[in-house]
């Protein structure tokens, strides 16, 4: 049976930390899933065609890799695509709790579906999509966060 | 004298986490109050009238629990009600750190209301009204964390 | 039905937060137990004999405390005497975890005991017994974090 | 060459917890900017007028005290005034958590720029801006937690 | 290629947590060695032989568990056995803190090792071995925490 | 008036982490003390005079820098040696709440000293000299955690 993954988040904007997280996953999975979940009341910085464009670059020419936007529950997500497994970084305490609160609560439901989570590079440590977008607002250089291939 | 106690909360919806905390916390006081704190800042998702019917539903045929809304400081409707005690269940250390800060707060200028914490029953540890009400819109089933008694 | 209450803890010494959660949980009950844990690993720094008589200098007044000594589990020596609250003190985030942990296994295998927390009050957050010891044992000045009425 | 540092904030109002940090800091630099950071995204409960009225109240004859507003990066104010320290206090985990974050963001865009930390006075762990927003809004007294040469 | 994973330990005793974390890893690898690891400073309160033979009671009919003590690095012994992935449950901050220093440090020295976290079952989060032994050295009932296969 | 600061620590041993909060310390001081710190309970695995030596070998050219060890409370130390600040490094929010405690205690018996603290470098993050003695006395290779200076 194919060992398959999802990797759900905003990706606005897809950062180093993500994509080291998705590289380690990698090796683990025989497809691997990058969902863009749509967030109906937080508005996004990025466009969703825009955030797609850019993982897409990154990826594109993996096979093993999927890009898919969706709506709705992750794990309704998952059971769409037939991934078993959410793979999610872990940076610090506050997301600990965060991220534990909803693995127990999507495990409670759906108890065939497992989040698997890997502890950040700890130089990316301190990289979040949030701080990368203030960084961006203000009119910073976030270029050393993200990915080289995308430009802001 | 009555050892009178507050159970503070929005309860939208009320949780069987609420529920567990509730009912380990009667046995120490004469008379506990279930206070609905009126949040003008934040939108609920459920209506007033609808999260204190399903509170009376539950408790409504114990002597010993009252239901009522309230607006201003949760301290201010202690005093009003004559309860010197408020009762608060912490689940994670993001709890912890947000209810100390709320609970110095209020002793240091109300040195005669006390407040008391429990440790949330580990298998309610992830179930938060927020997690539910994500379900909730996202069109998923949380009636595993909700009482049976009340019909979302 | 009496509401009885234990306060668990080495006293190594006695420190004015410990005094202070006491003195904050008596109006709860009508009996509260000081019990001091003898802890067959650890060694203590002050005999148990002057720990002891160091309390009841504090409380011995107080006909609603009672100080003794015990060995065993804590819910063994709830049982003995009646108390079916527990009572201590949060200070920080570790504090919060190690509680957590002991509340819930206690509450696993004796449901009808109860542990409640209060939280330290602000100002003596950093004071612990095992910060006036090592003062203590490095020649410093602990005096300001000791109840005033016992003398080192 | 003379120290110079920032103070960060948005003093919306300013407490006694920041004046106590702030306090601490003075001896340790040659000149000391207190900056009003401009939120475009958050309103303010106070007008900034206001906010930097109160600050000058307060520190208004000490020489090496400066204060002013900035929008933008909080590191490119830091250039501006040619301040290389950038100084903040820390109550809690939460806090700790951000401002890690925080801080290693702007050391890997500015390494010439250092985030300096001190811990909270204890007995003002509690007091934020936030709570005691919430309290004022609230219609409750509020004095105790901000410097008495304010007026709200 | 095999997907082979490590489920490191000192088991002193195994708990039910260890079980739940073993049982949920299990689909992910093809082949799950279980390594009780030799501690020289810190004495096990179960002999080694004792901490195997009930693991081997437990999953001794699985084809792709294997059960084997080892001394020295974890990493080390990865490596000996065939194993690229580190398996962990996390069940506090606490945990968090000691697993992520532990897993960040692993991979600086051996890039090939992917340490992969599993949240604990939150019925499962107040059971630790420490807490275990305390309980059975004080003349306790843990067998609620422990596997049924076993007798202490 | 010269701003002297002491670094503390056991250094058991010195790691590139320990050299990056120095070197940080440094441009905010004029006098820079390393206090190796003597604990007459914990036993190091390194002896004070090669601790001490490689130390020198690393800032001996500096002239702001000395290096002593010393016994008893660290603020007795300051205050021999004129120091009004001690530095300190953050990893974690284990060491933040360790740190907290320390620093608000020292403060409570000498509130000229303030204890100031950086946050670590994020590469370095999950390094400290307990998991560095670990991977020595198991037989690994240490070296990319230390100063390349020092020789074990």
Known sequence: MKR???????????????????????????????????????????PEEKRREWIENIYGSNKKIKVEAYEGLTTDFC??????????????????????????????????????????NPAYTAISSTIVRDIIRNGGDASQFIPSQIKL
Chains 1, 2, 3, 4, 5, 6 share one sequence.
Not at 20 to 34: G, H, N, Q, S, T
């Open 79 to 120: 059971h769409k695509i037939g991934a078993l497994f959410i793979i999610r970084g872990i940076r610090t305490t506050a997301d600990f709790d965060y991220e534990k609160n909803i693995a127990q609560m999507n495990k409670a439901q759906y108890p065939d579906i497992e989040s698997i989570f890997l502890m950040c």
């Open 4 to 46: 398959i993954a999802l990797v759900p988040g905003t990706f606005d904007p897809i950062t180093i930390g993500h994509v080291d997280i998705i590289d380690r996953a990698l090796p683990m999975f025989d497809e691997l899933w990058i969902g863009i979940g749509r967030n109906s009341i937080k508005q996004s910085l990025f």
